[in-house]
């Protein structure tokens, strides 16, 4: 059951993903499913292509048909279910990828019904197949569909007021399947351009596929100081994308402040890692910000919600329904970025004009599956009555996790739903006060659990 995840099923290739698990997992999946096909695309993982044969199976079994996509990035796997294919129009999509995961690692992002398929429904999917025979085999049925072809046209044909503009562009595929896609729309584009690591390699043998660590960052930050105006990113199925000028790393949620820009009072959810910058900046412009839960499914179900306009991961997620599908897509980002350049906004400037606070990156505390929870609810209880010494409370916010408001910034602890950790994060607009408030919570977090 370890495979089953809150936003997705992952897990390693063979040992916990194998003929046996795979196709079960397609033929339980086929009854959630009201509709005749579902599209399947894969990333560039070596044994992406066994487990596409495998859930095929599992699928062609339950009395689906299966529109098979081959080697594709999550977002165009995403862009099936909002297309027809010679009159068809998927009742569902897989995106078999292990993302940033090490090579071994691979796994399945489901949509149903154009929305994503999660928490509870995953879990209960797992304890269908942990419970079920073997299906039995059936003739397979695959028809195949060039979606990478339809989707670079749809961007090309969505961007084309950006043809030969003059900015100097670097960018890394990371050997992800950013590659498949990116260079041709580029190119279509006449734009600018120099990338590294183009090449779709799932043993990623220059670096780990995740943009959100820096020192993935290191070859791109080297190639933008030689030659370029402006540098890209993405992990390895290219749903995530890290910004930088010669200046910042632009994390998710400041993106978003420079993404709403050119949308007119626009509704905006982050999570709740999110800087109070942009929260504040947001309703300063007559925006509406939202604050929700952490994940990029959580965040797709809330947008649908309140009919958002866009959201964002300080990870580098970013979802636009503003002119788009409502997904979080790297590509769609990078375009959207590069209008903002065209359109004469300096990106430095603005991010130079917002509030100066210090931030930690993400600090993550080893704890246990079955404890992470307990922790987080005790943790809440014991703010409460906090410590005599601990910082001013002016409120808290426990729509994930909790996070607390100080007097001059605020700090977050929340589990994680993926790894048995606990995440915590610390923002003030005085750098001694942020580490007063990593002090005073990890010294909660320490009572929380010696108290279990």
């Known amino acids: 059951?370890?495979?089953?995840?809150?936003?997705?099923?992952?897990?390693?290739?063979?040992?916990?993903?194998?003929?046996?698990?795979?196709?079960?997992?397609?033929?339980?999946?086929?009854?959630?499913?009201?509709?005749?096909?579902?599209?399947?695309?894969?990333?560039?993982?070596?044994h992406s292509p066994i487990l596409f044969e495998y859930l095929v199976a599992g699928l062609n079994a339950g009395g689906k048909k299966v529109l098979g996509m081959g080697l594709v990035p999550t977002p165009v796997n995403y862009?099936?279910?909002?297309?027809?294919?010679?009159?068809?129009?998927?009742?569902?999509?897989?995106?078999i990828t292990g993302s940033h995961n090490p090579s071994e690692y691979n796994g399945f992002k489901i949509t149903v019904d154009k929305a994503p398929f999660f928490g509870e429904d995953i879990y209960a999917l797992g304890s269908e197949c942990e419970a079920m025979d073997m299906p039995n085999a059936v003739e397979r049925d695959v028809t195949e569909i060039d979606a990478n072809s339809r989707y670079i046209d749809f961007i090309v044909n969505e961007f084309q007021h950006l043809k030969a503009m003059p900015t100097k562009i670097v960018y890394d595929c990371g050997n992800g399947v950013a590659g498949v896609v990116l260079?041709?729309?580029?190119?279509?584009?006449?734009?600018?351009?120099?990338?590294?690591?183009?090449?779709?390699?799932?043993?990623?043998?220059?670096?780990?596929?995740d943009p959100s660590v820096e020192k993935n960052l290191v070859d791109v930050k080297a190639l933008l100081d030689k030659e370029g105006d402006i540098a890209f990113a993405?992990?390895?199925?290219?749903?995530?994308?890290?910004?930088?000028?010669?200046?910042?790393?632009?994390?998710?949620?400041?993106?978003?402040?420079?993404?709403?820009m050119n949308m007119d009072k626009p509704t905006v959810v982050g999570e709740v890692k999110c800087s109070q910058v942009m929260y504040d900046e947001l309703e300063r412009?007559?925006?509406?910000?939202?604050?929700?839960?952490?994940?990029?499914?959580?965040?797709?179900?809330?947008?649908?919600?309140?009919?958002?306009?866009?959201?964002?991961?300080?990870?580098?997620?970013?979802?636009?329904?503003?002119?788009?599908?409502?997904?979080d897509d790297a590509i769609y980002a990078t375009f959207r970025m590069l209008e903002l350049i065209y359109e004469g906004i300096d990106l430095d400037a603005e991010l130079a004009?917002?509030?100066?606070?210090?931030?930690?990156?993400?600090?993550?505390?080893?704890?246990?599956?079955?404890?992470?929870?307990?922790?987080?609810?005790?943790?809440?209880?014991?703010?409460?009555?906090?410590?005599?010494?601990?910082?001013?409370?002016?409120?808290?916010?426990?729509?994930?996790?909790?996070?607390?408001?100080?007097?001059?910034?605020?700090?977050?602890?929340?589990?994680?739903?993926t790894t048995p950790?606990?995440?915590?994060?610390?923002?003030?607009?005085?750098?001694?006060?942020?580490?007063?408030?990593?002090?005073?919570?990890?010294?909660?977090?320490?009572?929380?659990?010696?108290?279990?």
């Not at 862009?79 to 995106?95: C, H």
């Not at 922790?375 to 703010?383: N, T, Y």
């Not at 995440?423 to 659990?449: G, H, P, W």
Request: with cysteine; charged share 30%.
């Open 421 to 452: 950790v606990l995440v915590t994060r610390f923002e003030s607009t005085d750098e001694q006060e942020a580490k007063r408030y990593e002090d005073a919570v990890n010294s909660l977090i320490m009572m929380a659990k010696e108290s279990l």
């Open 353 to 417: 004009k917002l509030p100066q606070v210090f931030s930690t990156e993400e600090i993550k505390v080893e704890t246990t599956e079955a404890q992470k929870f307990k922790i987080i609810d005790r943790v809440k209880e014991l703010l409460q009555n906090p410590p005599a010494d601990f910082p001013v409370i002016k409120d808290m916010i426990d729509v994930d996790g909790v996070r607390i408001n100080f007097e001059k910034g605020w700090g977050l602890v929340r589990a994680s739903n």
């Open 79 to 95: 862009f099936t279910n909002y297309q027809e294919w010679d009159g068809i129009t998927p009742s569902a999509s897989v995106m």
């Open 1 to 46: 059951m370890s495979i089953y995840r809150e936003y997705d099923i992952r897990g390693i290739f063979e040992k916990e993903l194998n003929e046996e698990s795979v196709t079960k997992i397609g033929y339980a999946l086929a009854s959630k499913i009201s509709g005749e096909y579902v599209s399947v695309g894969y990333d560039a993982r070596s």
């Open 183 to 209: 260079p041709e729309i580029f190119e279509k584009l006449e734009l600018h351009t120099k990338g590294i690591y183009v090449d779709p390699d799932g043993t990623f043998p220059n670096h780990h596929p």
């Open 285 to 327: 412009r007559g925006a509406r910000a939202v604050m929700y839960k952490t994940g990029h499914s959580n965040l797709k179900v809330k947008m649908k919600e309140i009919d958002a306009d866009l959201a964002c991961e300080v990870s580098g997620h970013v979802f636009f329904k503003n002119r788009y599908f409502g997904y």
């Open 234 to 260: 993405y992990d390895g199925d290219a749903d995530r994308i890290a910004v930088l000028t010669h200046k910042n790393n632009i994390k998710g949620d400041m993106m978003a402040l420079l993404y709403s």
